[in-house]
């Protein structure tokens, strides 16, 4: 079993920055992917981001390349969300996940947080 545990949403101007955190509880956390998704009103659960166990492979969508960098840190049990030249479209509350694949799909992650809101302002 694994607890998460998302940090670091708020509210910013449009092209400002966040750093999101994910703290991981248990003694496993370096065995699984770990993700970032996002989902806004109305809308379906997004994929954003994944990052492979050891953190030297990474997976983004189309859109926030270039702008977002996830990354981990083992030994802290945590996964990070750079967020960069934030846009009113990035607007969403924002969930941690872990897995097993390093996948796009939501179904493959087994564990989840509670989410973090992110607002951007235009």
């Known amino acids: 079993q694994v607890q998460l545990v998302e940090s670091g949403g708020g509210l910013v101007q449009a092209g400002g920055s966040l750093r999101l955190s994910c703290a991981a509880s248990?003694?496993?956390?370096?065995?699984?992917?770990m993700g970032w998704f996002r989902q806004a009103p109305g809308k379906e659960r997004e994929f954003v981001a994944c990052?492979?166990?050891?953190?030297?492979?990474?997976l983004y969508v189309d859109s926030v390349k270039g702008r977002f960098t996830i990354s981990r840190d083992n030994a802290k049990n945590t996964v990070y969300l750079q967020m960069n030249s934030l846009k009113a479209e990035d607007t969403a509350v924002y969930y941690c996940?872990?897995?097993?694949?390093?996948?796009?799909?939501?179904?493959?992650?087994?564990?989840w947080g509670q989410g973090t809101q992110v607002t951007v302002s235009s």
């Open positions: 996940a872990a897995g097993t694949l390093s996948s796009r799909s939501p179904d493959t992650y087994l564990y």
């Open positions: 990052v492979s166990r050891g953190g030297g492979n990474t």
């Open positions: 248990g003694r496993t956390f370096s065995s699984y992917v």
